[in-house]
């Protein structure tokens, strides 16, 4: 059972940068995957960007590339999402995913979920 849990969100304003951290505990992430989500007010869960945790290969929603990189630490068992040039859209609550290994990558294929970490983005 893997346990993760974010940390890095804040008020930002547009324009700005922030780094999102997870740590995962508790299990193996060998051959898997992990991945960030973000839910904004009335909206559903989106895909954000995901890294395969062995070859460090990475994919990202096309809104965010260039400005978000995705990275992660072995050693540490840590997951990044460096993020520049926010903007109010980007406001929402970020969550990390985990998932062992596969090729699909929606949601509901990822069994283990941090808390979440809020960010917001003022113009």
């Known amino acids: 059972q893997v346990q993760l849990v974010e940390s890095g969100g804040g008020l930002v304003q547009a324009g700005g940068s922030l780094r999102l951290s997870c740590v995962a505990s508790?299990?193996?992430?060998?051959?898997?995957?992990m991945a960030w989500f973000r839910q904004a007010p009335q909206k559903e869960r989106e895909f954000v960007a995901r890294?395969?945790?062995?070859?460090?290969?990475?994919v990202y929603t096309p809104s965010v590339k260039g400005r978000f990189t995705i990275s992660r630490d072995s050693a540490k068992n840590t997951m990044y999402l460096q993020m520049n040039s926010l903007t109010p859209e980007d406001t929402a609550v970020y969550y990390c995913?985990?998932?062992?290994?596969?090729?699909?990558?929606?949601?509901?294929?990822?069994?283990?979920w941090g808390q979440g970490t809020q960010v917001t983005v003022s113009s």
């Open positions: 508790g299990g193996t992430l060998d051959g898997g995957d």
């Open positions: 890294i395969n945790w062995n070859a460090g290969a990475s």
């Open positions: 995913a985990a998932k062992g290994p596969g090729v699909f990558y929606a949601a509901r294929y990822y069994p283990f």
